[in-house]
């Protein structure tokens, strides 16, 4: 099976921009994760999505924001862009068809990840 | 609120010496899974381990091994005859019976030297 796939790979923008970061899951995945990686805060959940609805959300500001298409591949938008928000964004899947009943069902597969830079 | 505490920020070690990781957590959920996750300079996180609270069975997969104490809220990691190919950030990582928002420690970065 392939693995979770990010793009783009690497992304440099400049402040007040916008940008969209595509997921896509390991196949017959329905959950979507997103993580932001930083050299100061580590790594923290961003949201989740599952069947196209956002079940869990992190604390980040509403500058970020995601969404779950029906195949299951995701986004993620950040707008007006801070140079802050310089990090690596990563994005991981889970099957969730078991909930725990099945060893492995819940754990969380990881991409490759995202490089934003913000100029 | 769930933590987790990997006090290590950086070790480093000659090839085949044994290494170990250590990984404190704090929760109030009586249901919970570990997790340790590596990440090589590539930067995705390899899954390596789940644990769920109601099992407290130490576990051993070739040179790795994890030992898992409820006692003192700890998931250690041991790195048994380490190799150059071991060298990478390790996390530790909490979640509730959801399991699907992953709480991080702040990783430890493990180098082996030849």
């Known amino acids: 099976k392939a693995g979770v796939t990010q793009t783009p790979r690497y992304l440099i923008k400049t402040r007040g921009q916008q940008v969209t970061l595509s997921c896509s899951p390991i196949?017959?995945?329905?959950?979507v994760s997103w993580y932001q990686q930083t050299p100061g805060q580590g790594l923290q959940f961003l949201f989740e999505?599952?069947?196209?609805?956002?079940?869990n959300k992190g604390n980040f500001p509403g500058r970020f924001s995601g969404r779950q298409f029906s195949n299951s591949r995701s986004e993620m938008n950040v707008s007006t862009l801070e140079l802050g928000d310089s990090a690596l964004y990563l994005c991981?899947?889970?099957?969730?068809?078991?909930?725990?009943?099945?060893?492995?069902?819940?754990?969380?597969?990881f991409g490759p990840g995202t490089r934003l830079t913000v100029l | 609120a769930q933590k987790v505490t990997q006090a290590q920020t950086e070790i480093s070690v000659v090839e085949k010496e044994d290494v170990t990781l250590d990984c404190v957590y704090e929760?109030?959920?009586?249901?919970?899974?570990l997790f340790w996750y590596k990440q090589p300079p590539s930067g995705e996180l390899v899954f390596l381990i789940r644990?769920?609270?109601?099992?407290?069975q130490n576990e051993i997969s070739g040179r790795y091994s994890w030992n898992f104490q409820k006692s003192t809220s700890s998931f250690n990691f041991t790195i048994t005859a380490s190799q150059v190919v071991d060298s990478a950030v390790y996390f530790c990582?909490?979640?509730?019976?959801?399991?699907?928002?992953?709480?991080f420690g702040q990783g430890t970065r493990l180098t082996i030297n030849p």
């Open positions: 991981a899947s889970s099957s969730q068809y078991g909930m725990g009943t099945q060893e492995g069902t819940d754990t969380q597969y």
């Open positions: 196949s017959g995945h329905r959950s």
């Open positions: 999505y599952f069947s196209e609805t956002q079940r």
């Open positions: 929760t109030r959920d009586t249901t919970y899974y």
């Open positions: 644990r769920n609270s109601f099992d407290e």
């Open positions: 990582a909490l979640s509730d019976q959801g399991a699907q928002k992953l709480v």
